[in-house]
C-alpha cells in the first residue's frame, strides 16, 4: 500500500505550476486515447486490439510456467509487433492523424486556392433538376460535388469530360444503357471534371446496412475529403447526401436545392425570404 501512496505523496509535495502541468498532461493522453477508441469502436480495429491482448497473455503465461520454446517464439513476434500494427491499422491511424485538423479550418487552400470556386445559381438548377428527374425515374446515381479539397486523384481514375454542367449531360451520363453510369461525376465550380470515377468505400458499422455501394461510395469519399456527395437510390428513387462522412435521406429536391445553395453559395433561402415579404402599404384612397 506505502508504494502506491508514495507517487501520491511526491505529487502533492509538488509546486502549483508542476501540478498543472501533470494534470494537463494527464488530460491530453485521455483525450488521446478516447479519440482512438472512438475512431476504432464498431471497426475490425477492435478485434485486433483484442488478438493482440490475448498473444501478450499468452507470453506472460508461457514464460511464467516455464513453456521456454513457445515463450522464444512470441518474444521474437513482438518484436516485429509494431511494424505489423501499422500495417494492421493503416486506415485507423490515417483516419485519427486526420481527425486532428477538421475539414473547415481549409488548409487547402494555401495549395490550391482556385478550387473553392463558387458556384453559379444556374449550376445548382441544373443538378437539382437532373437529380429529381433521375430519382423519379429511379436511375441510379451519383455526384460529386467539390469544396475546398481538389479530388484529382479521383478525377484521374475516370473518363475525362470537361464540360459545363447541365441537367440533360447529368441525365444521360447515369443513364443505364450509357457506359459512364457506372461509377460518379466529379463537379469543380460549374464543370462536370469526370464521368464514371472510383471512389474508396466506407468501412464505417454506423452506415444503415441495407444501402448498397453507391452510398457507401458516396460517404467514403467525404471521410477524407471537404465534399459533398449527392446519391440517387435505384431501387428506392430516394435522394441522399453526404458530407463530412455522415450520409442524410432528403425528403425532396427541394431540400437538396436548400443545401446546396447554403453550403456552395453561401445563401441561405429562408433567410431570404423573410427579407422579400414585402411591407403592406395602405394605398391612397383616389376622391373623384
Known sequence: M?????PLRNLSALPLSQKLVNVVDVLLVAYVIYRLLMIIRGTQALRVFAGV????LVFAASAKLGLVTLAWILEKGIY????ALVILFFPELRAWI????PQKLG???LVNPKVDERMEARTVEEIVAAVAELAADRVGALIIIERVAPLDDYVSNGVQLSARVSAPLLESIFFENNPLHDGAAIIRGDTILAAACRLPLSESKHIDPHVHM?????????????????VVSEER???SIASEGNLNRLGSHAT???ILNRELRNIDEEADEARKVPNRRRRPRVVG
Open 2 to 6: 506505502d508504494e502506491l501512496l508514495t
Open 53 to 56: 491482448g490475448v498473444y501478450l
Open 80 to 83: 516485429l509487433g509494431p511494424t
Open 98 to 101: 486526420e481527425a486532428f485538423v
Open 107 to 109: 488548409f487547402e487552400r
Open 214 to 230: 453507391r452510398h457507401r461510395a458516396a460517404v467514403g469519399i467525404t471521410e477524407s475529403f471537404d465534399c459533398i456527395s449527392i
Open 237 to 239: 428513387g430516394t435522394i
Open 256 to 258: 437538396l436545392r436548400t
